[in-house]
């Protein structure tokens, strides 16, 4: 079965700390580190992505790229993000697909649950992406032991064999 997981950019940047400490002092950092943050979640959870954010008060075209392999969507003008995810959700669900939704508006939730996709709140999803991050990290660390030695071995192992290396 196919994820995709559509996530309310500004919804997430309101709600999680970091990013609204961030949004403070540079809005655009904000959202580039939520892409990234995203990025590394997709990665890890092998997942498609797509983060929406708002143009509704903003004169011009809708505008849709790639960012870290991450799908970025900004609306049209007279578009809200909602719309635009209710819009999505109906459209990419499929018989092998499920959907999910991140955001922490009540009624959006409840629209595309409706829709057929799985809601998940912006608390949620700031969780799961901080547990992506550690696998990601505890990942890169065993990769380095493992370069190192030559092993690809668990930790524990590495420390009993340091430990015996050193006479312990």
């Not at 309101?14 to 995203?38: H, I, Q, Y």
């Not at 009540?106 to 998940?120: D, I, P, Y």
């Not at 999803?125 to 071995?153: M, N, Q, S, Y």
């Amino acid at each position: 079965m196919k994820h995709i997981l559509l996530v309310d950019g500004y919804n997430m940047i309101g709600d999680w700390p970091t990013l609204k400490k961030l949004r403070e002092v540079d809005f655009e950092a904000a959202r580039n580190r939520l892409v990234e943050l995203l990025a590394e979640y997709q990665a890890a959870k092998g997942i498609r992505v797509i983060v929406v954010f708002d143009a509704y008060l903003v004169q011009g075209k809708k505008s849709q790229y790639r960012q870290s392999g991450v799908e970025v969507i900004y609306t049209a003008k007279n578009e809200t993000a909602d719309e635009h995810i209710e819009k999505l959700s109906n459209e990419l669900k499929g018989r092998q697909v499920q959907i999910h939704v991140a955001t922490s508006d009540m009624t959006e939730q409840n629209v595309v649950f409706g829709n057929g996709a799985l809601r998940k709140s912006a608390r949620e999803l700031e969780i799961e992406v901080g547990i992506a991050k550690k696998a990601i990290a505890a990942d890169v660390e065993k990769t380095k032991v493992a370069r190192r030695t030559g092993l690809d071995v668990s930790e524990t192992v590495m420390e009993k064999l340091e430990r015996i290396r050193r006479g312990l």
